[in-house]
């Protein structure tokens, strides 16, 4: 019964860490930064709604840039 | 009360998600169906559908009720940035030629040779082309209950559909309208299912990477605002900020994918014939 629910844990918790991190940690991590940053910036309108989206943007480009095909031995 | 503007992109992002979704579902039913028969097919496609509906239900509801909304927010924000940032992510990559396009074709292909070559019902004399084309199927399908038919079907749905129930949750808890999101989902499920078995076969001429480039840009867009929101940020203009996130990120996806194209690895130079 412990052995189960055990490989019942382990396989949810397996199922969440490829869901959400995977082979893209950086976009996790760039989530966990997001976040924290949207607490930081706490009520402050103007520079919560310009920084968050463009944050997010650049994270996404180096995610990107880290995916691209790259040239044999390159 | 509920914007518009945010009712408009649930729906649409729950309706699309779950569309793109179900077509790569529906290849793995159709693969089964022609292979190894069509009952226990969808009926397996049929209990997914159904564990994935209790899903819906069983987490969702208790999310809208007894978390305070602030905190879901936050959590779903997070895990909508997380998979809309993805999606995007792939989406770029594909137009921009850096990965290869979803090949339903092909995946049809292989599950309908796995599935023939196994069991009773397996590979037979006289195996034909599909109307698209896309690899041999046996010229006749077994018509009684077939469990491997039932269990790659159900696999098939509930794996494509997994992804499909934590957006239905996220955007229906987030916004206190599971209700709307489980319908925009079921009634995309019904479509492509409409028009799968219409067609009987897999339905590889869905632009699908558009589909998902669309989503991933309302993921990123909500998860950003859900985040914010949560978190105590104030959008300017409240809701209306998501359309304008769209925007930012229709822009961000389109200047993206023409930059990823100017970086991909110059073709490598054919080789002389030996002399």
Do not use: C
């Not at chain 2, 034909?128 to 041999?136: D, F, K, L, W």
């Not at chain 2, 559909?161 to 987030?174: D, F, K, M, Y």
């Not at chain 2, 079921?186 to 699908?208: F, I, K, N, T, Y």
């Not at chain 2, 359309?243 to 930059?259: E, K, N, Q, R, S």
């Amino acid at each position: 019964m412990t052995k189960l629910l055990a490989r019942g844990v382990k396989a949810f918790g397996k199922f969440w860490w490829d869901f959400l991190v995977g082979d893209t940690p950086e976009l996790a991590l760039a989530t966990g930064i997001i976040v924290a940053l949207a607490f930081l910036l706490d009520g402050d309108r103007l520079v919560g709604a310009i920084l968050l989206p463009l944050l997010a943007a650049a994270f996404l480009l180096a995610s990107t840039l880290r995916g691209r095909r790259r040239a044999p031995g390159g | 009360m509920h914007s518009t503007s945010s009712t408009i992109v649930l729906v649409l992002a729950v309706f699309g998600a779950s569309a793109v979704e179900m077509v790569e579902a529906l290849t793995i039913v159709v693969a089964a169906g022609v292979s190894r028969g069509w009952r226990s097919a969808l009926e397996g496609a049929a209990a997914a559908a159904a564990v994935l509906g209790v899903l819906v239900a069983v987490v969702g509801v208790p999310l809208v009720r007894y978390i305070p909304l602030d905190a879901l927010r936050v959590v779903v924000g997070a895990l909508l940035l997380v998979l809309g940032l993805s999606w995007l992510r792939k989406a770029i990559l594909r137009a921009s030629g850096h990965k290869d396009l979803h090949d339903e074709d092909k995946i049809y292909a292989e599950t309908v040779a796995e599935l023939s070559e196994t069991g009773p019902g397996g590979a037979q004399p006289g195996a034909t082309e599909t109307a698209g084309g896309s690899g041999p199927v046996p010229a006749r399908a077994h018509s009684g209950r077939d469990s491997l038919a039932f269990v790659v079907a159900f696999k098939g749905v509930f794996l494509e559909g997994t992804e499909v129930v934590l957006i239905v949750i996220s955007l229906g808890a987030a916004q206190h309208r599971l209700g709307l999101a489980a319908l925009a989902a079921a009634a995309a499920l019904v479509l492509v299912a409409v028009v799968g078995l219409v067609v009987s076969r897999q339905l590889s001429e869905v632009p699908e990477n558009t589909i998902k480039t669309a989503v991933g840009i309302m993921l990123t867009s909500f998860g950003i605002f859900w985040v914010g929101e949560g978190a105590g940020v104030n959008w300017p203009g409240s809701d209306l900020a998501i359309p304008v996130l769209v925007g930012f990120f229709i822009a961000v996806t389109v200047g993206y994918t023409a930059f990823m194209r100017t970086k991909l690895p110059a073709p490598a130079p054919e080789e002389s014939p030996a002399t």
